[in-house]
């Protein structure tokens, strides 16, 4: 605890200090920061907008229409919504133990590589197995990437978080590498993508929309989520690691293993994200299939407090930005404007973490020369 007298004043014989006291075993900061950093995020990037030109109320409408306000507008955003809370529930479950995991980038890329790969050596599997084939090798190959991270870590002490981002990167070389070269469309007049994928390796749609059946494999992971953390053993044990490591290891409990088994599941969600969107969005691996689904989810799991309900409200908020962040470009703005919003909201919720923790104290003194 860091302490810094701050001012003072005199009352009678005493003297009465402020301090500034910063709690560095506050965990927690309270639940409406989250609320207060979005709405201050908002009104930062309104002042740049109105510096601009142009009128906050205008672009701000403009986009909540475009994102809430038509029935497709609402589909679209939803079918946002798909990766990031996947993505988000990854990170949040290797947060949990605090294992700072940002390789979601990386890990969606390999379950979008692993799932494609069924399009490409096994097109002739049966139709029933097709589907169930795309998922399993999706979470498979999104645990293995998370798993390159959690080895280094537990065994040689690396720190997770170079890791993890440098497998990002490793990961996305390599989906270049397959859409530009050997997975090329040869019919596709050079442009850099695997072939369609057939009506079979497809993904369900809810009729005539975009939105697709890994909405549902969303949901299922977030009440799988909910109830593993506050029913099971196993979730009790990893809250256990993420309040007190020291008392969990004292309690017997495997933290090595633990870690272990953690990022292979945040991959895992990582990677059914990545077999999600190409099967039920783009129908094909593509060059820049992610707008950085990845790294927008660790905004997501901060905001959310890890909590599961949360991590659908806020994934729904940013899926909500992205879309409405499109239909924007037909006043002249970019679509990159909700960048702009993702990290005033990010920047303005470590702040408020941050002066969460600290009090300010006030305390008497004698003065000096006093009896």
């Not at 009678?12 to 709690?23: M, V």
Request: proline share 5%.
């Amino acid at each position: 605890m860091n302490k810094n007298p701050l001012n003072h004043e005199t009352t009678g014989s005493l003297l009465t200090r402020y301090r500034l006291e910063f709690d560095t075993n506050r965990t927690s900061s309270p639940w409406w920061v989250p609320f207060v950093s979005v709405v201050l995020g908002l009104v930062f990037c309104g002042i740049f907008i109105a510096l601009n030109g142009m009128s906050p109320y205008t672009v701000y409408m403009k986009m909540f229409k475009g994102a809430f306000g038509t029935s497709f507008g609402l589909t679209e955003t939803l079918v946002k919504l798909i990766p990031l809370l996947l993505c988000a529930l990854g990170v949040s479950v290797a947060y949990k133990i605090s294992v700072w995991n940002i390789g979601a980038e990386g890990q969606f890329a390999a379950g979008a590589l692993a799932a494609t790969s069924v399009s490409i050596y096994f097109p002739d599997l049966p139709v029933w197995m097709i589907i169930p084939v795309m998922v399993i090798l999706g979470i498979a190959a999104g645990g293995a990437w998370g798993a390159l991270t959690a080895l280094p870590r537990t065994y040689f002490g690396v720190n997770e978080l170079i890791t993890s981002l440098m497998l990002n990167y490793v990961a996305l070389l390599a989906l270049n590498y397959f859409v530009f070269g050997p997975w090329k469309d040869p019919a596709g007049l050079n442009f850099p993508g695997t072939p369609m994928f057939t009506d079979a390796q497809s993904l369900p749609v809810l009729g005539t929309t975009r939105l697709h059946l890994g909405l549902v494999f969303a949901l299922v992971a977030v009440a799988l989520y909910a109830f593993m953390f506050r029913y099971t053993r196993w979730g009790y044990e990893l809250r256990l690691i993420g309040a007190n490591p020291e008392v969990a290891r004292n309690a017997g409990i495997n933290i090595k293993k633990h870690i272990l088994i953690v990022m292979i599941v945040s991959g895992g969600l990582a990677g059914l994200a990545g077999m999600s969107e190409v099967s039920g969005v783009t129908h094909r691996l593509m060059y820049g299939i992610s707008p950085g689904y990845g790294y927008t989810a660790i905004i997501v799991a901060w905001l959310a407090k890890l909590n599961p309900v949360g991590l659908v409200i806020s994934s729904f908020l940013f899926a909500g930005l992205i879309v409405g962040g499109y239909s924007v470009q037909t006043i002249g703005l970019p679509s990159s404007i909700s960048l702009m919003m993702q990290g005033a909201i990010l920047f303005f919720l470590i702040a408020g973490d941050m002066m969460s923790k600290i009090n300010i104290r006030r305390i008497q003194v004698p003065m000096k020369g006093a009896h």
